[in-house]
């Protein structure tokens, strides 16, 4: 777990870190005193940010607050029925994002090893606080998908087989949200 290191071939266009309209402004999810973060007994990348949760990790990859397009790298574990995840996430990230005027999340999951639902209390008010937006969870594991599904979360969020970018890396980040922002009008009809 400790090789898994966020993306980082868009630091020329944003980083989290030196954004100061971002929760993670000035290092503020990062491990105290350059040490590891730890889940289970893996140590994690320090470069991934601590929001709050036991099992799930974050990277605030890329921010277009003229458009509304925030791009997040997840890893770990989403365990709403234990650790109640969605509403760290919404707290902690999502809310001050909103407020600035984010209201497309773009939830990249390739490194979302599980995902454990609980109540949707907390996705149906993200869903409504991003009325105009969406929040899609790209490069979800088929197991992952299903989850989301037996939680009944489809209304709030957008993820299966439509939402496989494999290449997302090599994208102009603008250009992959604008992409997916496409995607979910087609499907729309819009």
Same mark, same amino acid.
């Given at each position: 777990m400790h090789e898994l290191i966020p993306h980082s071939g868009w630091k020329a266009r944003y980083q989290a870190s030196l954004d100061p309209k971002c929760p993670l402004y000035l290092d503020?999810? =990062?491990p105290e005193n350059g040490a590891y973060h730890r889940m289970y007994d893996f140590v994690i990348h320090p470069e991934w940010d601590a929001i709050g949760c036991e099992t799930l990790y974050i990277k605030l990859l890329?921010?277009?607050?003229d458009q509304g397009y925030a791009v997040i790298e997840l890893l770990g574990e989403w365990n709403d =029925?234990?650790?109640?995840?969605?509403?760290e996430v919404k707290r902690r990230l999502a809310d001050p994002l909103n407020?600035?005027?984010i209201d497309k999340f773009l939830l990249m999951a390739d490194n979302l090893l599980n995902f454990h639902g609980g109540e949707e209390d907390y996705?149906?008010?993200w869903a409504e606080d991003c009325e105009a937006g969406?929040?899609?969870m790209l490069n979800a594991r088929d197991h992952v998908i299903q989850d989301l599904r =037996?939680?009944?979360l489809s209304s709030y969020l957008w993820a299966g087989e439509r939402y496989r970018f494999a290449a997302w890396r090599a994208q102009d980040p603008l250009a992959l949200c604008q992409a997916v922002d496409l995607l979910i009008q087609k499907q729309l009809g819009a």
């Open positions: 503020r999810g =990062a890329f921010v277009d607050y =029925a234990v650790h109640n995840d969605v509403m407020l600035q005027g996705y149906s008010e969406w929040i899609v =037996a939680a009944r």
